[in-house]
């Protein structure tokens, strides 16, 4: 009997560090008997580069190359028998529709993985949000009750069954294991004895970086903090004038530009503590990324963080947007060595124990057997 075919369409891919939630999403469903073709960026044994990175294009250019790689990517996936199109949804706005839209035109199923429920850059358009959420997606898959929660109010009641609660994955497959902390530092210029703290991701107003770095000027002097990712919707300035206010230009390493998949492996393993202190966040890749390489974690006390992180076990917590807390937490996790290696330990049993694709992959074929 011919495998069952499910296929992603990820047109931002490696430019935001999707490209490995697709391969991890990708291995799942090929555990579990079924073929996953990734329409993508990047390369990899699943996937088909059907879309261009064209940062440097003007915007109609992108729209109809966008267009094109969707019609081919359809086409693609048709004529492979795929019986479900996943494709994920960060912002509600006309690109996203007209993926969408087009994967309807070839009669493909599609799953909207809505991971912000609301754009943290509100660029959410209310009649397209709408539109995908209560006519065009046949399913809708979030992953944690809060996103549950957050969506519904969005949700006709005729619609709801379409919502499932899929886990996010983690990232055990991915990790470079013959990277030890020394190489990373020595690779990266960084002191081989200092203690650095991290913040990785996208810098957006939403992501506390103004709460951390008020933080660290409450920490031992020993201690540094590695800003690495791109901007996004925000302004770098704004913080580069608080590190100067609070004096702490000689504590700060500044990374703000793309962090490739291979300077993002050197910093999670040179950093020995990746504080996440979000004000809002429905859930975390970089939390479950640094989990998976046995980092440890100092997270604000949300509600998506607090189902994966038991404070004082697999990581710490701290009141969001608590400025003394947080640092109290900092020191806390480095006056105790002990504590620190047995959470680390512990962080990686929760994403080896809990966060499968394996298993998270059983949800998206019973979605296609129904």
Known sequence: MDKKVISIFDR????????????????????????????????????KKFYKILDNKGNLYKLFSHINSTIKASRDAKKSNSKLVIIHLFNANFQTLLTILIAKLFRLKVAVIAHDISSFINNDNSFIQNKIYNSLANYIIVHNRFSYNELIPYIKEESIHKVSIFKHGGFLDFIDKNISKEMARYKLGLDKDKKYILFFGQIKKVKGLDILIEALSFVSDDIELIIAGKVFG????????????????????????????????????????????YKKIYQSGVLLISMSHSLSVIASDLESNRDIIESGKNGLLFKSEDVKDLSSKIELFFDKSNDRERMSKEAYKTIRDDYSWSDIAKGYMKLIDE
């Not at 490995?20 to 996953?36: F, H, R, S, V, W």
């Not at 703000?256 to 050197?266: D, K």
């Open 12 to 47: 931002v891919g490696i430019k935001a560090g999707m490209d490995y939630y697709d391969m991890g999403l990708a291995k799942g469903l090929e555990n579990n008997d079924c073929k996953c073709t990734i329409y993508s960026n990047f390369d990899s044994k699943y996937s």
């Open 234 to 277: 925000d302004n770098f300035n704004n913080y580069d004038m608080l590190i100067k206010e609070l004096g702490l230009r000689d504590r700060v390493v500044k990374m703000i530009r793309f962090i490739t998949n291979e300077e993002r492996e050197l910093l999670l393993f040179a950093s020995d503590v990746n504080v996440l202190p």
